[in-house]
């Protein structure tokens, strides 16, 4: 049995745990404590090169995680503990809410590459794609959400961006991937990304505002940047762009940039390399 079949089987109603300082705040997080993750993997989780996470980092039921020596983390570190078992059960609630979610505008076919969208619930009845720049026009909405349901995979080509106009932050970004996503080497990426499957961040890929959960398989990252944080007051002191400045940085055509290493500062005495916590892989 899959795992998604024993979770929908065995799953009682989820306790919210605190949310981290660096999440957005919310009264009823859709992501429950998942929202305090960064990266969530069920099988494994892999890295090779400089990674950098804002916030934890976990795997269930898996317990590898191997290219450790090299992740500066700025949560904790969950692996195959019940922290990490709560957090993909909740994952999993928010993959079914997401998908039970009435598809307003139907992009089926298309490449999401050159498009402004405003908030919405977005549905592809198979593959989708991301070539170029995709802008989410928030309308100066607070509680804009924009919803992504795809059938199956989710790639994006290099160098690729998602964008925010008129008073977005990337808050309320959702992508529910109903088997694997792979983000192309140097492109960025905004919402919290929900696959049934696997994840694959390649080089220099990067995550503002969201975060990379698989349900069921690996996530795979080489050089990547993932925050959570959606607002100013969220910088956890490092020299990291905001995801405001991120978009502005995008709209300039500048993504292939932002592919490059990420310029942090020395951890804080809150934060730590893995490598203090798990031999490297």
Known sequence: MSKKGHFLQGATASALAAILGTAPVEAMPLLGTAQSFSVLGASTVSNTGATTLWGDLGTYPGSSITGAGTVILG???????????QAQLDALTAYNVLAGRPVSHDLTGQDLGGLTLSPGVYGFAAAAQLTGTLRLDY??????EFIFKIMSALTTASS??????N???GAGVFW?????????AGSVFAGSLLADQSITL???ASIACGRAIALNAAVTMNNN???HACTEDADPGNTLPEPSVWSLLALAGLGLALSRRPQVTRP??????LSMLVPPG
Request: charged residues 10%; proline residues 0%.
């Open 75 to 85: 949560g904790e570190l969950h692996q195959n503990d019940a922290v990490a078992q």
């Open 139 to 144: 309308q100066n909405q607070a509680d804009a």
């Open 160 to 165: 690729s961006v998602v964008s925010f106009l």
């Open 167 to 169: 008073g977005g932050d």
């Open 176 to 184: 529910q991937v109903g088997s694997s996503a792979t983000l192309g």
């Open 202 to 204: 390649n080089a220099g």
């Open 225 to 227: 940047t993932l925050s």
């Open 268 to 273: 804080q005495a809150t934060r730590q390399t």
